[in-house]
Structure formats: structure tokens, C-alpha cells
């Protein structure tokens, strides 16, 4: 059984940063790519960042580089978002993701994960 639990999220001001986490509960963490995702009401869900297994390849989404980062730490089973200067258009809940099956690359659609946590709200006011 695998469970994801994200934390961090909250209500800040733009510009302001936090940091994201995401606790699994799973077997051998360290073959799993991981995700983050963001969705707003009313529209799709969207990538954000993502991570493959060794930490060795990243992928991020174009309105977040430079100011998102995505890391994980394998002996602790946690993948983290950090976030710098926080824009209003920000404000989403932030779903972490896990693929269980190898690939090489970091997908950025949601149907290529198999496992989702169940959120956690960022709020970024102007």
C-alpha cells in the first residue's frame, strides 16, 4: 500500500517562499520517480515539477523555473518543493505524485503516475 502525505502548504504573502513536503509510505522509495502537481478549481491538473529516482534528472514546468525546486531525500522516503517568490497566480493545492514504473525520463502528465496524496493548499495573496 502506498500513501503519500504532502505538507507545508499555507497563506503567505507574494513573495514570500516555503517549502513543500511530501512523506511516502511505500517499499523501496528510492525507484520511484516523483511528482508535484498543482490544480486550481475548474481547471485540469497541472505539472509542476518532478524528480526521477537518483535525483539526477529534474523537469519543470516553464511558469515555475528559476523559483520552484524540487529535491528528495531517499533515506528519509520525502520528496520536497521548495518555492521562491510566491506569485498570486501560485495559489493552487499541490499534489505530490509517484510513478512506480522505471522510466528514465520525468513525465508530465498526471496519467502517467500511479499514486497521489490528497494535497496540500498554498494561498498567495498580492
Known amino acids: 500500500q502506498v500513501q503519500l502525505v504532502e505538507s507545508g502548504g499555507g497563506l503567505v504573502q507574494a513573495g514570500d517562499s516555503l517549502r513543500l513536503s511530501c512523506a511516502a509510505s511505500?517499499?523501496?522509495?528510492?525507484?520511484?520517480?516523483m511528482g508535484w502537481f498543482r490544480q486550481t478549481p475548474g481547471k485540469e491538473r497541472e505539472f509542476v515539477a518532478g524528480?526521477?529516482?537518483?535525483?539526477?534528472?529534474?523537469n519543470y514546468a516553464d511558469a515555475v523555473k528559476g523559483r520552484f525546486t524540487i529535491s528528495r531525500d531517499n533515506t528519509k522516503t520525502i520528496v520536497y518543493l521548495q518555492i521562491n517568490s510566491l506569485k498570486p497566480e501560485d495559489t493552487a493545492a499541490y499534489y505530490c505524485?509517484?510513478?512506480?514504473?522505471?522510466?528514465?525520463?520525468?513525465?508530465?502528465?498526471?496519467?502517467?503516475?500511479?499514486?497521489w496524496g490528497q494535497g496540500t493548499q498554498v494561498t498567495v495573496s498580492s
Open positions: 511505500v517499499g523501496p522509495f528510492s525507484t520511484y520517480t
Open positions: 524528480i526521477t529516482w537518483n535525483g539526477g534528472r529534474t
Open positions: 505524485a509517484l510513478r512506480r514504473r522505471l522510466i528514465v525520463t520525468v513525465p508530465i502528465m498526471p496519467n502517467e503516475y500511479e499514486y
